[in-house]
T-cell receptor, first 110, second 113 residues
Framework: KNEVEQSPQNLTAQEGEFITINCSYSVGISALHWLQQHPGGGIVSLFMLSSGKKKHGRLIATINIQEKHSSLHITASHPRDSAVYICAAKGGGSQGNLIFGKGTKLSVKP | SQTIHQWPATLVQPVGSPLSLECTVEGTSNPNLYWYRQAAGRGLQLLFYSVGIGQISSEVPQNLSASRPQDRQFILSSKKLLLSDSGFYLC????????????FGPGTRLTVT
């Protein structure tokens, strides 16, 4: 079992729909990343959070430390949101390197 | 502001040939540096990380190596590429001591034929 699990693996939505991507982790963490990877491969960091909730534009990320669960929400989805969304948790060890989920491929249809 | 560069952007190499991918960071000093690989259909995998010049830690045994000849330069190398080395290679940096907030380069897509 991977230490960081994402669901769903693939998601197709119609433009305007509310989207939720889930991330569960089994490691103890101090921070969790949500990353966005576009078809060309480039990765952008969306959020880094250790508790509660963060919002940036139409994106909202929440984390529940007790339940070891985080969600990424996209409101009023748009075709330009189509990308792979990756959850990454800070693993153990002094260097605390990131442990990545396998990603959720989102396709938003017009 | 900080920027991270990787080159080349794409590379096609035959099996058994050598490899050198370069990553440089601007606008910061003494960063932590990371090399990741994303194989087709798989998640990102940490290959190497470095906390300083000449200090390299390997996460996964393989035929790849990394070097950090200068503070803001990180090089990924191989003497003989394997087919399984194909993938998307990403370099990342973080502020020293803040490993959880990493910033990624544009990546290099490597195809070994």
């Amino acid at each position: 079992k991977n230490e960081v699990e994402q669901s769903p693996q693939n998601l197709t939505a119609q433009e305007g729909e509310f989207i939720t991507i889930n991330c569960s982790y089994s490691v103890g963490i101090s921070a969790l990343h949500w990353l966005q990877q576009h078809p060309g491969g480039g990765i952008v960091s969306l959020f880094m959070l250790s508790s509660g909730k963060k919002k940036h534009g139409r994106l909202i990320a929440t984390i529940n430390i007790q339940e070891k669960h985080s969600s990424l929400h996209i409101t009023a989805s748009h075709p330009r949101d189509s990308a792979v969304y990756i959850c990454a948790a800070k693993g153990g060890g002094s260097q605390g390197n990131l442990i990545f989920g396998k990603g959720t491929k989102l396709s938003v249809k017009p | 502001s900080q920027t991270i560069h990787q080159w080349p952007a794409t590379l096609v190499q035959p099996v058994g040939s050598p490899l050198s991918l370069e990553c440089t960071v601007e606008g910061t000093s003494n960063p932590n540096l990371y090399w990741y690989r994303q194989a087709a259909g798989r998640g990102l995998q940490l290959l190497f990380y470095s906390v300083g010049i000449g200090q390299i830690s390997s996460e996964v045994p393989q035929n790849l190596s990394a070097s950090r000849p200068q503070d803001r330069q990180f090089i990924l190398s191989s003497k003989k590429l394997l087919l399984s080395d194909s993938g998307f290679y990403l370099c990342a940096w973080s502020v020293f001591g803040r490993t959880y907030e990493q910033y990624f380069g544009p990546g290099t897509r490597l195809t070994v034929t």
